[in-house]
């Protein structure tokens, strides 16, 4: 069997993802579109939010040093003046000894500093009794204290969520330039590979990787071109690489498993342009043998061909690549928490290792079940709903140890 | 100020959520397409997986009782009968004193029940040294180990992930009966309430609550029909809701935030069918207002107004009520992990309480950061990646208590 060619730790291929360069397209879209894409610009608030002095309680508002000092036995007597609805405003100024009614969410009249909770009050015909003291700017929130004009309250490289969609529609920001989606294409290899509706004999594998990684990104907004299966032929494996690399903005290919295709592939990666390979071997598993090269600011990634292996490595090493082709900020892989684990688990050979776990709710407690069946399972990654990781020298974790956990649907962050 | 009727603890909405019918339809669509749907149906597996013994390292296939009690000081010496391929097999039968040479993945000779490891070999001409036993089965993944004929493999109402869509291809299932997907209607209320686009002048507030929530829940995958904003008016949002009714298969309504039209709202749905509003005011902060109702198996929830308790109510309710309609048998809410937190929180009037909040990520540790503002505030809900939980009856917890944290991207569970 062949070697692999310098092997690397993982902290590599997080070096070579963060040196790779961004895509610079970008193109601008109506917010309302604008969910899980990733802004290229900074945002600048042009108003003030709310944009008026606001009551943050049902009550009255006042000026309160009319208040200071109130209690039951010695109330304030303050003179109603009015009673606003949420969208009335009191236009005159409030003087000294009255108080104005206002809902939660009112506007607060000139003059009034404050709002006495309604709890705290009783209606006595035109006034109004206070049993409770405010300091200034109790129950008020300032005209900029939600958003201030000139805030930046959206930084290029995030990807835009359901909150920040609401936060620019509040501050009446409908247009927004974001990173163009990037293009990803994917090739699966090998001669004993079929499309999965195709009867299986040995020694065929049905393809799921391809399509099951084409329909995953497209759900994450990608665009994905699937080029479907190169035989184990150097010849066609170049060929399908370089429409790829006309056609896309990041090349993916899948398996195979045998050296000899390893070989092929590094080969066509390597005859499209320099650098070609820059790392070929991780010591991780799953996905040792995983290729990186890049040819004019065109990355590739070669995943191993193992289903199981395939998403894990999918998780570990493409989607943080993808994230920082877009632009992302933070595109590194994060645990989503710490758990319990419920058994033993064991690195293979003091490599990095990651693997299949389900989170177990159990009395109020989270625990992490580790899916540790034989390498080359496909069935475990459709039980998990994350893996664990086992970090480099260490040997593995006993059952109640706390071990890093990631969610699958945490890694798409939307 | 009026007054709830009937309000009740967060216990009874998910009492009412799943006592709701789950829509029956459904059709049937390609595994290739089927990522974040709800299955209808079990799968059934009509193969084994992997469908043939398999060795999981590169070695040599043997018969373990040729290779009892072997050590380097006395090793067993087998004829190596040939050497296969990935894609190749031996149609004989392997002899007593014999060894194949067989790759990863590599299919097993009639006769072998284990594999040796190479690195537990010697090549010595036409034989290999071999110098440790092997248990029968060691190193080997039976034919049907992976996944066995006749197993159930996708079980009636699961959320599709990448790692079903690989295992279905595998397997060669192509077609999977889902749910239809849900139709939600969104109805903006409130005349304060305008379209982002337009200037604000008091007492405007943008509608980006119904917008927000339209981008995010077609990014889910459910079809979302925007009925526009409805004045304060008791006709013209019953007209709004009539159409829902007709049109979808849930309504949903944003504010108003006045007691007003909260009671529109009643009368509203009270008048279109029974039995109508069920819960009207939940004690949950923020939610309070919550109004939920059903006419002929439609359910309808009304949410607060505020921007940032309609986000998160319609995180801590509305998305539990669309998974069960769907017919996803893990609907219910549940904490993305626990993490200590680092400021001192306190619940609202004993109420349980959501706070928006933040996952903080120092020297190895995960913390979580509450970002509590005042009431109605925008901003916090665009800073956060998550909310935490103070259960009912909680004061508070103080810096560095283990607090239950439900992270945004957990809740889409793709």
Redesign the interface.
Known sequence: ?GEFFNVVESKKVYEFISNLKSIEDSEIID??????RVSSEDVIAG?D????D?S?V?GYAVKSSDVFGASVSTPAMLKVVGEI?????YTKALKEGEALKV???G?LPNGADSVVM?EDTREAGEYIEIFKPVAPGQNV?RKD???SKGTT??KKGTRI????????????I?KLRVSRKLKVGIISTG??VIE?????K??H?????T??????LE?LGYRVNRYGISRDDFEELRSFMLRSFEEDDVTVSAGG??VGVRDYTVEAIDSIGKPGVVIHGVLVSPGKPTIFGVVDDHPFIGLPG???S??LSAFTFLLPLLKRLSGETDWML??????RITDNVFSRQGRETFV?SKRI?EDGE?FVKPLM????????????DGFIRIPAGVEGYYEGDFVE?Y????S???
Chains 1, 2 share one sequence.
């Open positions: 069997m917010i309302r579109e604008s969910i899980s108003e939010l709310p944009g008026f606001r943050t049902d609805k949420i969208d009335e405003e809902p939660t969410g506007k309604i929130m204290e939600d958003v309250v959206l969520n359901i909150g920040h969609v609401a936060l620019l529609l509040n501050l009446g409908i001669d004993e999965p509706e195709l009867e299986r040995f020694p594998v049905r393809d799921s990787n399509h099951s990684l084409k329909v995953f759900r498993s045998s193992h289903p199981s395939f998403t994060r645990p989503t928490g710490k758990f299949w709710y989270i069946f034989k390498s080359g399972m496909i069935s475990p990654a459709a039980q998990a956990f969610s699958i649907s945490e798409l962050l939307i």
